[in-house]
């Protein structure tokens, strides 16, 4: 069975972990909070474009509800393994091209 090369293991591994970490960090910098959606945000402006398609609310289990109760209550433990799973998919990318690249440069 083939091995993986040491930095797509590498770029597996930060990538998850920080997907993981920063995810929180970006939904409060769009304005998606434990307060609530803060006014004038990104996070505002997409309330407002999917309370004007649904006829004045908000609908369960859309984008923006689902946002909103991650940046209020955290990410659930099926939302942290989808991160998880892109971040480590991404930095396996990543990882995987650093290979190429010192491969090719020998």
Do not use: E, H, W, Y
């Not at 930060?14 to 004038?40: E, H, K, N, Q, S």
């Not at 398609?53 to 859309?62: C, D, I, L, M, R």
């Not at 209550?73 to 939302?79: I, K, Q, R, T």
Request: no cysteine; aromatic share 2%.
């Amino acid at each position: 069975m083939p091995t993986l090369p040491i930095f797509t293991i590498i770029g597996i591994a930060a990538g998850a972990a920080g997907a993981v970490a920063l995810t929180p960090l970006a939904l409060g910098m769009v304005g998606f909070t434990a307060a609530g959606i803060t006014a004038g945000s990104m996070a505002a402006g997409m309330m407002s474009t999917a309370a004007i398609a649904n006829g004045g609310g908000v609908a369960a289990g859309s984008a923006v509800a689902l946002l909103q109760s991650a940046g209020a209550a955290g990410l659930s433990a099926a939302a942290t393994a989808g991160v998880a799973s892109v971040g480590g998919a991404a930095g396996g990318l990543v990882g995987g091209a650093v290979n190429l690249l010192k491969r090719l440069k020998k």
